[in-house]
């Protein structure tokens, strides 16, 4: 009777589900659906708890607020792309189309309900693909995770220790080998986080309309395949 009843415990499953996609991820880091669900189920679980309400009193919430409504608008994966050849909202819906990505993951009341802690977790989703963009980073196994690194020292996003140390860990178990070149990428992804700027607090709307190539210039954006540390 003890074993039934702990497995009727509230949240048992849930826990379950996100050590399950844990593990998925682990095995295929860069498939991309494995990520989504992974943050989703952390995001069910209340560990994203931790932004409350209060905490965003001072955040320019009326960007966030235009720049969702503008990305709700848009197709992203039918049809052409509205912007034009080369510009970030171009490139941006290329890469969608190409990862297969489907619209109802940039939804925020998919991710923990319609309130500033979801529009924020929405806001870090589409910068992470943002960045694969501006900062060139590869959809790679290692880059993925290298990306991890990036997010975390830029924005202290705490799913990324998950995703780092799982990979890690898998690693160590099948490839030992490779693990200096694995610490020195993401060391590499550490220190091209600490000098390069973010685009999370830059308006998506306006963005979308410039050139990649304009948008590193102007804000000093080295690719990390020409980053050297």
Known sequence: ???????SEPGFLLKLRIAWRLYRFSKNP????????????????GYFEFLNEGSFNDYNWQLVDED???????????GKSRFSKGSLGECFHRFLQDKALQKQFYNNKLICGDSRQ???IL???????????????????IEEIALQMFLFRQLQWPSSPFLIGGFILRSA????SELPSIFRVL????????VSPTVFDCSFKDLFTESV????????IVPFNKFSF
């Not at 409504?69 to 039918?78: M, N, R």
């Not at 806001?123 to 196994?141: N, V």
């Open 213 to 220: 190539e304009s948008i590193r210039v102007r804000l000093g």
């Open 30 to 45: 860069n498939a991309y659906r494995n990520v989504e669900k992974f943050r989703f189920s952390l995001a069910q679980s």
């Open 1 to 7: 009777m003890k074993g039934k009843k702990k497995f």
């Open 123 to 141: 806001r870090i989703l589409i910068t992470h693909d943002l960045w694969h963009i501006l900062y060139s980073y590869d959809t790679t196994e």
């Open 173 to 176: 178990f099948q490839k030992p």
């Open 68 to 78: 969702n409504k503008f990305l709700q608008s848009l197709e992203f994966t039918d």
């Open 187 to 194: 060391v590499k992804a550490w220190s091209h986080a600490g």
């Open 118 to 120: 979801s529009a924020y």
